[in-house]
């Protein structure tokens, strides 16, 4: 088998992207068409609660040369790099950290016992889909191991090598980037301050356009939701030339990166009167939302950061309180803070550029396009020298046995890997099934997924709430 040195050097890079969820998909994707520009990519979906739908999938609007759905030890067992240059891990800290083990333990069998320098493997890159405001450490942690750890801002990256320098770990890995979804082309020319209202408006130019771009999981409890889609239907109401969209995730029964107990369609069935004619709940592609946005309003998703980026005001929601348990602390000076009240009296934020510029968010004006494009550079570059070399040193992630024999273990086995990384006997049979055994075992696969999804958002929310009485 010819060394990385030998391939033709008009050979694509090979990438996999493992996602476990379909912003992790859209993220891992997207990444991995930043830093290796060339390169062929096979999509894998990690089993699990969260398996991105097609519906799912074909909303996100990224494309992969193929794709299938596996376990964690399926993908392990053939992720070798006779198979794959690159491997994008785009999943939640445990499944990284599982990866990573079981990726090692290849390593180490592929380079035999007496060699323990390095081994011929792909390059394993990881990072977060968008803001990172909660379980910083324990999430990071997760991700150790892996060859290269993205952030998305220079303020992440100096976060991330604190945590790693703090436990005694290498940070050498945290490599500084930006949101590979950033983009788009401002602002809408009929939009802006001049356009609140009707007055100067051009004839036959678009309705002011205000997008509320919900969240699965924040916040969590039925009454906060209601209220926050209360809100926006009263300022459509108070302004009927504007046209307000509700920026759904996901439909019922679909799952996200969070788990939706009290989707928004069922509170808008329950909403007394009715959503107004101008307010309408609407699914589809971030960013073609945001193309006709006028006013983009959360309460933290990252979304928020895809509209600053393209200069769109936008309103980070303090109705509920600024609290971590929100996400929404994580704007603290970004002077995007403000109330539906504020809102309804024709305010519009405007974003603080020095907050932004930390953040890695380029708004769009002299120069943002050019220091968007170089921001994947350093990844770029690294990432080709990485692929380059004959071999990698052993991943060596701080969770070990030794470092943490009450918490890694549980972490492995949730993936079917033992401790030492290799695969728990029996983990891997069914995806060595054919025919009947293995349509009978993705009926009762598709069958129990679809009972913890009914579990969650309809049985889950009841309980809940006689538990309340």
Same mark, same amino acid.
């Given at each position: ?54 519906? /799912? ?71 977060? #889909? ?79 356009? #205000? ?53 928004? /369609? ?75 009240? /504020? ?113 969650? /958002? ?12």
């Amino acid at each position: 088998m010819p060394t990385r040195t030998s391939e033709p050097a008009t050979s694509p890079v090979r990438v996999a992207v493992l996602a476990d969820s379909d912003t992790r998909w859209k993220w891992g994707v997207l990444t991995a068409r930043r830093i290796a520009p060339d390169a062929r990519i096979e999509g894998l979906l990690l089993r699990g609660r969260a398996t991105p739908t097609p519906r /799912q999938l074909a909303e996100v609007g990224v494309e992969v040369d193929s794709v299938r759905e596996v376990t964690g030890t399926h993908f392990v067992r053939t992720a070798g790099r006779d198979a794959y240059d690159v491997i994008v891990l785009a999943c939640v800290g445990g499944a990284v950290q599982a990866m990573v083990h079981g990726l090692a333990a290849n390593a180490r069998a592929a380079a035999g016992a007496g060699d323990t320098a390095g081994a011929r493997r792909p390059v394993l890159v990881t990072g977060y #889909v968008g803001i990172v405001y909660e379980k910083l450490a324990d999430g990071l942690l997760l991700r150790h191991g892996a060859d290269m750890v993205l952030a998305n801002s220079r303020y992440d990256a100096e976060r991330f090598r604190a945590v790693y320098e703090g436990v005694g770990a290498d940070g050498g890995s945290v490599v500084e980037c930006a949101l590979p979804f950033l983009g788009g082309t401002g602002p809408r020319p009929d939009g802006g301050p001049d356009a609140v209202g009707t007055a100067g408006k051009p004839a036959g130019s678009h309705p002011f356009t #205000v997008a509320f771009a919900v969240q699965p999981s924040v916040p969590d409890n039925r009454g906060d939701r209601a209220y926050l889609l209360r809100r926006a239907a009263e300022h459509a109401r108070l302004h009927p030339d504007r046209e307000v969209l509700v920026k759904l995730r996901s439909k019922p029964g679909e799952h996200t990166t969070h788990i939706e107990e009290e989707p928004y /369609q069922r509170l808008a069935e329950r909403l007394p009167g009715g959503l107004p004619a101008n307010c309408r709940l609407v699914y589809g592609h971030m960013g073609e939302v945001l193309d006709r946005t006028d006013l983009l309003v959360t309460v933290s998703s990252t979304a928020a950061l895809e509209s600053l980026h393209r200069a769109v005001p936008t309103a980070v929601l303090t109705d509920l309180g600024v609290r971590e348990a929100l996400g929404n602390h994580h704007f603290l000076g970004s002077g995007c803070l403000v109330s539906w009240d /504020q809102l309804d009296a024709g305010e519009l934020p405007k974003a603080d550029p020095g907050w932004t510029a930390r953040q890695g968010v380029c708004p769009t004006d002299g120069g943002a396009a050019t220091s968007y494009a170089t921001a994947f550079d350093t990844a770029r570059d690294h990432l080709a020298d990485l692929v380059a070399r004959d071999s990698l040193p052993l991943p060596a992630p701080f969770y070990t046995p030794a470092t943490a024999p009450g918490y890694l273990p549980r972490v492995l086995a949730r993936y079917g890997f033992a401790p030492d990384g290799t695969p728990r006997p029996g983990t891997d049979t069914a995806e060595d099934a054919t025919g009947m055994r293995r349509a009978v075992r993705n009926a009762v696969r598709e069958a129990a997924r679809g009972a913890y999804r009914h579990g969650v /958002q309809r049985v889950a929310p009841v309980i809940r709430r006689m538990g309340e009485l």
